[in-house]
């Protein structure tokens, strides 16, 4: 199965993903300090097809005690023809507490907007419980919380949605050997008054080990919004291949 999501990174159409996934397992720290990623992809083509396409991001983690805080930010912009088709960014803060080996309280806060998405900004703020397991090779982590949203739309007269929502996702990583790594993070979102308005992610990665420090990436994110904005597809994939570097 894992061959088949990676092949099929190929084919898939580039579209803009309703929810961000914050987490990275291919970057933890058992021990305190600072640790952190770097990445950059660029595509394009010249001549009979004039197409660009890039993506920065970042990420941070801290480790002090008990604590660690996380941040998180992107940016990916690109244009066909001389008109721009991708313009989205992202920011996240998160602060984790380890209430034992397995437990921890996770508080978090986003900024996000997406032109093509109609989105002109969402915020949202929360936290909730984090459990987690790890054995010879695999790691996995299980949240369960709820944030608060609150989301204005481009091209709209409307007044800003706010909203309380439920978190809840399944965060896999399985390290093949020294030099490959596969993970897959699951979000589901729904909203507590009404549960048939959900969000759903599904995002996978492969990471490549190409000399130290610095890794060959793929992924491939399916992401669902059961009520999108007027004139936006329910469903964007989207597939990512570029370098990531690691300090």
């Not at 998180?72 to 034992?100: E, L, P, Q």
């Not at 996995?140 to 909203?163: D, K, M, N, V």
Request: hydrophobic fraction near 45%.
């Amino acid at each position: 199965m894992p061959l088949l999501i990676f092949l099929f990174l190929f084919f898939a159409p580039a579209q803009a993903l309703a929810i961000i996934n914050a987490e990275d397992l291919d970057l933890s720290i058992n021990e305190e300090g600072l640790a952190g990623k770097l990445g950059l992809s660029i595509n394009g083509n010249a001549g009979n097809s004039a197409k660009i396409n890039g993506e920065a991001s970042g990420r941070l983690l801290w480790r002090h005690g008990a604590h660690t805080e996380m941040l998180v930010g992107s940016y990916a912009y690109g244009k066909s023809r001389g008109v721009r088709d991708t313009n989205n960014a992202f920011a996240h803060f998160r602060h984790r507490y380890a209430v034992n080996e397995i437990w921890d309280l996770e508080a978090f806060a986003q900024a996000q907007q997406n032109e093509f998405a109609r989105l002109k900004l969402r915020t949202l703020l929360g936290g909730g419980l984090r459990w987690s397991t790890q054995t010879e090779g695999w790691q996995a982590h299980i949240g369960l919380g709820s944030f608060y949203e609150r989301e204005s739309l481009r091209g709209s007269s409307a007044p800003a949605t706010r909203l309380w929502r439920g978190n809840v996702y399944l965060a896999l990583h399985y390290a093949i050997n020294a030099h490959v790594r596969l993970q897959n993070t699951v979000y589901y979102q729904p909203a507590w008054k009404q549960t048939a308005d959900f969000r759903l992610l599904d995002d996978a990665a492969l990471s490549v080990t190409l000399s130290d420090g610095l890794d060959l990436r793929l992924s491939l994110a399916v992401a669902h919004d059961s009520r999108p904005p007027a004139t936006i597809k329910s469903t964007d994939i989207s597939y990512k291949t570029g370098l990531v570097y690691a300090f």
